[in-house]
């Protein structure tokens, strides 16, 4: 059972443009909703996470917009680079019995941004 | 400050032989997590450890296992490797248990042949 559905599977942005990566859950029990950004050969790095009292967090270029009742939130990735180009992961969590926290994350979206 | 650092980065092992991955969180974390990337499932938690004992388990056969140290390292394991092993196992620690904010290592590649 997939309780994070991510799209698009690629996306192509021009430098300078903006893109955007959708994602769904279907457990209200989450509670904690990071972005990871992976570069190969390397490890998720977090990006930028929020949690559902807020419908809005920005972090300089990214920002995630977050709707509770639609059970949806989204990476928005401003003015963006080359740089930025990388496998990017929805993620969502909610507290555990006995205080773990574990991660369900989504398919992944790679990002290719053209000069 | 250093990162989660993971030993061995990379290794091949033959089908039915065991593989035992190490990590170290970074200094200070006390919980650490394990994960399995493979193209086809993407990223899937094996377990979660804190103060030495295992507090949470994903849907893994009993084949996978670990454990933590008293200095918060960690280790786990894979008995009888099946080709379908094959992938990226990543370690994260936390500050604490449930801890948000999770930081990843690189990851240790495993093939099995």
């Known amino acids: 059972q997939q309780q994070v559905k991510q799209s698009p599977q690629s996306l192509i942005v021009q430098k300078g443009g903006i893109s955007i990566i959708n994602c769904a859950y279907e457990?209200?029990?989450?509670?904690?909703f990071p972005w990871y950004q992976q570069f190969p050969g390397k490890g998720p790095a977090l990006l930028i996470a929020i949690r559902p009292d807020v419908s809005e967090k920005k972090e300089g270029r990214f920002t995630i917009s977050f709707n509770k009742s639609a059970k949806q939130f989204s990476l928005h990735i401003m003015d963006s680079q080359p740089g930025d180009s990388a496998t990017y992961f929805c993620?969502?969590?909610?507290?555990?019995?006995?205080?773990?926290?574990?991660?369900?994350f989504g398919t992944g979206t790679q990002l290719k941004v053209e000069l | 400050k250093a990162g989660v650092t993971q030993t061995p980065r990379y290794l091949i092992k033959t089908r039915g032989q065991q593989v035992t991955l190490s990590c170290s969180p970074i200094?200070?974390?006390?919980?650490v997590s394990w994960y399995q990337q493979t193209p086809g499932q993407g990223l899937q938690f094996l377990f979660e450890?804190?103060?030495?004992?295992?507090?949470n388990k994903g849907n893994f056969p009993g084949r996978f296992s670990g454990r933590q140290f008293s200095n918060s390292r960690s280790e786990m394991n894979v008995s009888t490797l099946e080709l379908g092993d094959s992938a990226l196992y990543l370690c994260?620690?936390?500050?604490?248990?449930?801890?948000?904010?999770?930081?990843f290592g690189e990851g240790s590649w495993l093939t099995v042949v």
């Open positions: 993620a969502a969590s909610r507290r555990i019995t006995g205080g773990g926290n574990k991660l369900t």
């Open positions: 450890y804190f103060s030495e004992t295992q507090r």
């Open positions: 200094s200070g974390h006390r919980s």
């Open positions: 457990n209200t029990a989450f509670d904690y």
């Open positions: 994260a620690s936390s500050l604490e248990l449930g801890g948000d904010t999770i930081y």
